[in-house]
Structure formats: C-alpha cells, structure tokens
C-alpha cells in the first residue's frame, strides 16, 4: 500500500512540474511555429507597451499646471509674491499678508476641474475650509479676540474721541453711493461699501450677507459672489496704512496743528473698565441688532479680560483662538481669488472704489478733528492727526499718527490718545455694517 501511495505521488509531481520542464508531446515542427507566434506577439506586446507609455505621460501632462496655466494664473500668483514679499521686506500686516498671499498662490494652481481641488468645488478640502467664509463664521471670532486684547481705557476716559471713530465712518457711505453709481445693486453696493471702514473682519461678514453668489433679488437676479475682492480690497488698504495716510496727514494738518500737545488721559478706574463692555453691548446693539455677531463677540472678549476672573479664556481668545482663525481667514481669502473669478472688470472697480473710500475715511477724521478744536480751547485741544485713526485699521492707524506726531515733535507721545478714535472706528464701521445689513440684507 506504502508503494502504491509512492507511486501515486511521484506521478502526480510529474504532472504538476512537466510545464515548468517544457516536457510536451508536440513535435519539432509545432515548437518551430510556436517560436514563431511567441515572437510576434512580444513584438505586438511592445508596441502596445510604447502606446501605452506615451498615452499615460500624455496624460500625466494634461493634469499638470503647465498644461492647464493661463496668464491669468501667472499674474494672480505673481500677486501673491507681492504680498508676501510686502509683509516679510516691510513688515506690512505680516499677519494677514502671508497668510492670504500663500492663499492667493495657492488658489491660482492650476488644476483640472471636477477632481475636487479647487476651493470653489464641493467636497474639497479649501471648500471645507471656506464654509467659515461663506457663512461669516470667522469674523465674530477674531472680534473675539480683538476685544480680548483691547484696552478702552482712553476712549473711557475722553469719551468725545469716539467722534472722530463716527466721522471716519462717511468713506462707507461715499463707497456705497459709488458702487451705486458703478451700476452694482444695493446689495452688492452695501458690501462694497465696508470697505470704507478699512476693517476686514466687517467686510468680510457683510459680503457673506449680501454678495455671496446665492441671494436672489427681487427681479429675480442673482447677487454677484463679491467675497474674495471685497476681502482682499479691504485688507490690502488696512496694510497700506502707513503708506496712504502719512501724506493725507501732512496735506490737511499745518505744521503747528501736528504738533499740539494733548494733556494725560485721566485715571480709569477697574471697575470702569469693566462696566463698559456691558453698557456698551447693550447700547450699540440697540442701535444696530444686526451687528449683535460683531459687537456681541467684540465686548464679550474685552469682559472675559477685564473681569478678572476669566484670563485663561482671555488669553485663549487673544492668542491660540484669533491665531488659528487668522491663518484659516487669511489663506482661504487668499484662495478665493481664482482668476477666473478674480481677474474681471468688477474687481478693479472694487479696487478702485477701495482707495478712494480709504483716502475719504482719513480725510473725514482728520476735517472733523480740525473742526472739534474751534469749540475746544487751551490744553482741552486735540491734535488733528488723531482724527486718521478713526479708520478702524487697529492698531496700525494708531501707530501711524503716533510716528507722524514723533516726526513732528520728538516728545509729543499721541499713542494713546490715537488708539480712542482707533478702537471707536472698529465699534463704528460693525455699526454702520447692521444697519446696511437691517436695511439690505
């Protein structure tokens, strides 16, 4: 039995290995035209190996950018250089410079539609990213943090500096009646309008609201998707701060004006500063309700620092917190501006409209600066250059006219006397953009 199993399994590898042995029963003739066949096939195989290779490196450089770039793509990402080299050599808004010109580079890759890339396709990853955009999420949260690290002390103690916040705030009304004039629609003009307030925060809220590509007007016409240029137009003047006002400043104030000294701000008391943020809440929001997102998170943050009692959410808010939203806000706008979508005639105008709303907004602050000291007499007076800090660029506009009183007179500080009207511009412009909001939205 042990033989015959033996047997069976010799036999059985026999059958198993004879392929691999080539053993076989055909004849020599029958080798000689399988020799043959074999030889044409491999050279059929090779030829379609070669096809196949050149179809795949085609197509390998049809998904690259260099097939799919546009002079468009170039001058955006060009753009982005820009912005980043002003942030980095000039130290222009770094913050908010790097960021959205990474984003600009990034947004300006070019890509081949439908594979989920670009920040406008649903279910890609920017798009995600984007919602916080779209749906004016991001916003009330760096106002969180700006009022977690906003002292009002010098606005509690000369309360009449918030006019000069107030009248800073005619280059969104200017703006608006412009982009009307431009032929926008209300909606689309009101957005472009906050320009004029030099707050990017704010203009990125109230485009969300009314230029987001989704509202549809009475007529039954589409409002234009106006995020991306009002964002980027309202960041780009709030770094050009020192470039644009200087010169509006040296224009409009006579020498002698620009170096009258203000008297110290009195004293304000801890229990002062924290009343105010409450009193504050309550008042501007009655005014405008639907600035409650803005004003709401901008006041909660100052009460979280100057409760005394919460500082670990105030430090959270001022650093990690407004750190993290400022690097997903900056890169996200910067993305928007694909050139398909960025690079058109509406765009430039918005530009246009930008610079000109941020030339009227300094020039209102400092007129109206000139115009409070012929009712305010001796160590009462105000210096005029205060009056450009009204713009709501924090802190920026307010180290500007302290830099510009220094160049005046090496010993006039108006540091803290800039950030009053400073800080009023950002409770002015989140005014003036709920009630555009109330009226439009």
């Given at each position: 039995?042990?033989?015959?199993?033996?047997?069976?399994?010799?036999?059985?590898?026999?059958?198993?290995?004879?392929p691999?042995?080539?053993?076989?029963?055909?004849?020599?003739?029958?080798?000689?035209?399988?020799?043959?066949?074999?030889?044409?096939?491999?050279?059929?195989?090779?030829?379609h190996?070669?096809?196949?290779a050149?179809?795949?490196?085609?197509?390998?450089?049809?998904?690259?950018?260099?097939?799919?770039?546009?002079?468009?793509?170039?001058?955006?990402?060009?753009?982005?250089?820009?912005?980043?080299?002003?942030?980095?050599?000039?130290?222009?808004?770094?913050?908010?410079?790097?960021?959205?010109?990474?984003?600009?580079?990034?947004?300006?890759?070019?890509?081949?539609?439908?594979?989920?890339?670009?920040?406008?396709?649903?279910g890609?990853?920017?798009?995600?990213?984007?919602?916080?955009?779209?749906?004016?999420?991001?916003?009330?949260?760096?106002?969180?943090?700006?009022?977690?690290?906003?002292?009002?002390?010098?606005?509690?103690?000369?309360?009449?500096?918030?006019?000069?916040?107030?009248?800073?705030?005619?280059?969104?009304?200017?703006?608006?009646?412009?982009?009307l004039?431009?032929?926008?629609?209300?909606?689309?003009?009101?957005?472009?309008?906050?320009?004029?307030g030099?707050?990017?925060?704010?203009?990125?809220?109230?485009?969300?609201?009314?230029?987001?590509?989704?509202?549809?007007?009475?007529?039954?016409?589409?409002?234009?998707?106006?995020?991306?240029?009002?964002a980027?137009?309202?960041?780009?003047?709030?770094?050009l701060?020192?470039?644009?006002?200087?010169?509006?400043?040296?224009?409009l104030?006579?020498?002698?004006?620009?170096?009258?000294?203000?008297?110290?701000?009195?004293?304000?008391?801890?229990?002062?500063?924290?009343?105010?943020?409450?009193v504050?809440l309550?008042?501007?929001?009655?005014?405008?309700p639907?600035a409650?997102?803005?004003?709401?998170?901008?006041?909660?943050?100052?009460?979280l620092?100057?409760?005394?009692?919460?500082?670990r959410?105030?430090?959270?808010?001022?650093?990690?917190?407004?750190?993290?939203?400022?690097?997903?806000?900056?890169?996200?706008?910067?993305?928007?501006?694909?050139?398909?979508?960025?690079?058109?005639?509406?765009?430039?105008?918005?530009?246009?409209?930008?610079?000109?709303?941020?030339?009227?907004?300094?020039?209102?602050?400092?007129?109206?600066?000139?115009?409070?000291?012929?009712?305010?007499?001796g160590?009462?007076?105000?210096?005029?250059?205060?009056?450009?800090?009204g713009?709501?660029?924090?802190?920026?506009s307010?180290?500007?006219?302290?830099?510009e009183?220094?160049?005046?007179?090496s010993?006039?500080?108006l540091l803290?006397?800039?950030?009053?009207?400073?800080?009023?511009?950002?409770?002015?412009?989140?005014?003036?953009?709920?009630?555009?909001?109330?009226?439009?939205?």
């Amino acid at each position: 039995m042990k033989k015959i199993i033996l047997i069976f399994c010799v036999l059985s590898l026999l059958i198993f290995i004879r392929p691999a042995l080539g053993l076989g029963t055909n004849s020599s003739s029958t080798n000689l035209d399988d020799t043959v066949k074999t030889e044409q096939i491999d050279k059929t195989v090779e030829e379609h190996s070669y096809d196949g290779a050149f179809k795949g490196i085609k197509q390998f450089y049809n998904y690259t950018g260099f097939a799919n770039v546009t002079s468009g793509h170039v001058t955006m990402i060009i753009i982005g250089i820009v912005f980043i080299f002003l942030g980095i050599k000039y130290d222009y808004e770094p913050l908010l410079l790097i960021p959205i010109g990474t984003g600009v580079i990034l947004g300006n890759i070019p890509f081949v539609a439908g594979n989920q890339t670009g920040i406008y396709e649903t279910g890609s990853v920017l798009n995600y990213l984007y919602f916080g955009v779209v749906k004016g999420i991001y916003p009330p949260l760096i106002f969180l943090g700006i009022g977690a690290m906003t002292d009002f002390s010098s606005l509690i103690a000369n309360p009449k500096l918030m006019l000069l916040g107030a009248a800073a705030q005619i280059g969104v009304f200017a703006t608006f009646l412009g982009a009307l004039y431009l032929g926008f629609n209300l909606p689309e003009a009101g957005a472009i309008g906050i320009i004029g307030g030099a707050d990017g925060p704010t203009a990125i809220f109230l485009s969300s609201k009314l230029a987001n590509g989704v509202n549809i007007l009475a007529d039954g016409t589409t409002v234009k998707n106006l995020i991306g240029p009002i964002a980027i137009a309202a960041y780009s003047y709030m770094a050009l701060v020192p470039v644009i006002q200087p010169p509006l400043m040296r224009l409009l104030i006579s020498k002698e004006d620009r170096k009258i000294k203000m008297k110290p701000p009195r004293a304000v008391s801890q229990k002062e500063k924290m009343i105010f943020p409450v009193v504050a809440l309550i008042l501007t929001l009655f005014i405008s309700p639907s600035a409650l997102p803005l004003l709401g998170m901008l006041f909660f943050g100052n009460l979280l620092k100057e409760s005394g009692r919460t500082e670990r959410l105030a430090d959270t808010a001022r650093t990690k917190l407004i750190d993290i939203v400022t690097i997903l806000l900056g890169v996200t706008v910067g993305a928007s501006t694909q050139a398909d979508i960025f690079i058109t005639k509406d765009s430039m105008l918005i530009f246009g409209l930008g610079a000109i709303s941020f030339v009227i907004a300094t020039c209102g602050g400092l007129l109206f600066a000139r115009f409070m000291n012929l009712f305010l007499k001796g160590d009462n007076r105000i210096n005029p250059l205060i009056g450009a800090a009204g713009v709501s660029a924090v802190p920026d506009s307010a180290r500007v006219v302290h830099h510009e009183g220094l160049k005046s007179d090496s010993s006039n500080y108006l540091l803290m006397h800039a950030m009053a009207p400073n800080v009023s511009g950002v409770i002015g412009s989140a005014i003036a953009a709920g009630i555009i909001l109330s009226f439009l939205g």
